[in-house]
């Protein structure tokens, strides 16, 4: 192969790489903590999506739909929310691939109490942001999260599935 | 806060996903607040409560109008847990002290007052007897 084609083709991968790279959120909690009206405002469904509306967004509402904590024997009110706010279910082995600008984010349950949300950022680890307070990389046993599946999650313990966000397709409020 | 009327609003940290119960407290309750406040910061300086974790009680988060704060002299915002007052003023630097004034127990009444006993029950924060 003549050199020039394979530095033409080594750019190109690299290229794509960095853009691909560009579609996951890096894990940087100063973001979300340094700010208090930022922090106080945003909860885990803000943090999973890397969107900051400020008003402690809940799956769904952008579109009409109400979850609620009666709603919550189970995944499944809360999971259709997140459909119709245009996160896209996904197999949590298999990722969110390349295709798209998006990242990987994966829900749970509290039964008939709450709903939390995971985010996977660039380096391949999981981070969240409970509620009010600030983000943070580890679980409740103050481990780095390698998989919410595994990580102890406390009360969570329905376990929801895997999504991809593609930022330029998602609403929430 | 937009709401004149709302010189001090309590957020119950209690839920990651869905919106928290907030109380707003009345003029009498502003006051007693401000004294208890005023009887402990500065007293006795801590190191900051251990991180909450999922599922746990994330505690009070007390944020007082930029008026009312300045007229009272006490900090806009400030959080409350596991006997520790941290004056958030100062976002990134917040100062703990020891709640010597027991304001949690005072917050802890007044949600119950509020209709909130048993959501706080639930992530195991009881009214002292």
Same mark, same amino acid.
């Given at each position: 192969?003549?050199?020039?084609? !394979? *530095?033409?083709? #080594?750019?190109?991968?690299?290229?794509?790489?960095?853009?691909? +790279? @560009? %579609?996951?959120?890096?894990?940087?909690?100063?973001?979300?903590?340094?700010?208090?009206?930022?922090?106080?405002?945003?909860?885990?469904?803000?943090?999973?999506?890397?969107?900051?509306?400020?008003?402690?967004?809940?799956?769904?509402?952008?579109?009409?739909?109400?979850?609620?904590?009666?709603?919550?024997?189970?995944?499944?009110?809360?999971?259709?929310?997140?459909? !119709? *706010?245009?996160? #896209?279910?996904?197999?949590?082995?298999?990722?969110?691939?390349? +295709? @798209? %600008?998006?990242?990987?984010?994966?829900?749970?349950?509290?039964?008939?109490?709450?709903?939390?949300?995971?985010?996977?950022?660039?380096?391949?680890?999981?981070?969240?942001?409970?509620?009010?307070?600030?983000?943070?990389?580890?679980?409740?046993?103050?481990?780095?999260?390698?998989?919410?599946?595994?990580?102890?999650?406390?009360?969570?313990?329905?376990?929801?599935?895997?999504?991809?966000?593609?930022?330029?397709?998602?609403?929430?409020? | 806060?937009?709401?004149?009327?709302?010189?001090?609003?309590?957020?119950?940290?209690?839920?990651?996903?869905?919106?928290?119960?907030?109380?707003?407290?009345?003029?009498?309750?502003?006051?007693?607040?401000?004294?208890?406040?005023?009887?402990?910061?500065?007293?006795?300086?801590?190191?900051?409560?251990?991180?909450?974790?999922?599922?746990?009680?994330?505690?009070?988060?007390?944020?007082?109008?930029?008026?009312?704060?300045?007229?009272?002299?006490?900090?806009?915002?400030?959080?409350?847990?596991?006997?520790?007052?941290?004056?958030?003023?100062?976002?990134?630097?917040?100062?703990?002290?020891?709640?010597?004034?027991?304001?949690?127990?005072?917050?802890?009444?007044?949600?119950?007052?509020?209709?909130?006993?048993?959501?706080?029950?639930?992530?195991?924060?009881?009214?002292?007897?």
């Amino acid at each position: 192969m003549k050199k020039w084609f !394979a *530095d033409f083709i #080594k750019k190109l991968v690299e290229a794509a790489a960095n853009w691909i +790279e @560009k %579609c996951i959120p890096v894990y940087d909690p100063g973001i979300w903590n340094n700010n208090a009206s930022i922090m106080l405002t945003n909860n885990c469904y803000n943090y999973g999506c890397d969107i900051q509306t400020n008003t402690f967004a809940q799956p769904g509402r952008a579109h009409g739909i109400i979850v609620t904590r009666s709603d919550l024997i189970n995944c499944e009110k809360v999971h259709s929310a997140a459909l !119709a *706010d245009g996160l #896209k279910d996904v197999d949590c082995d298999k990722g969110c691939g390349c +295709e @798209k %600008c998006q990242h990987q984010v994966a829900l749970v349950v509290s039964p008939s109490w709450d709903y939390h949300w995971y985010r996977k950022d660039r380096d391949g680890k999981w981070s969240h942001k409970m509620g009010n307070t600030p983000a943070t990389n580890l679980d409740n046993s103050g481990n780095v999260i390698t998989d919410p599946r595994t990580a102890n999650r406390g009360s969570y313990t329905i376990f929801c599935g895997c999504f991809c966000v593609d930022k330029s397709m998602v609403t929430i409020s | 806060m937009e709401d004149s009327k709302e010189m001090a609003k309590v957020t119950l940290g209690i839920f990651s996903g869905l919106p928290n119960p907030e109380m707003i407290l009345t003029e009498e309750n502003i006051i007693k607040y401000a004294e208890m406040v005023k009887s402990t910061v500065g007293k006795e300086d801590v190191y900051g409560p251990t991180p909450t974790k999922l599922g746990e009680f994330y505690g009070f988060m007390v944020i007082v109008s930029d008026d009312k704060a300045k007229e009272l002299g006490i900090p806009k915002l400030a959080n409350i847990i596991k006997g520790v007052f941290a004056d958030m003023t100062i976002h990134n630097e917040p100062k703990y002290w020891r709640d010597l004034s027991r304001i949690e127990q005072f917050l802890i009444g007044l949600a119950y007052e509020n209709g909130f006993a048993d959501l706080l029950k639930k992530v195991g924060v009881k009214r002292s007897e």
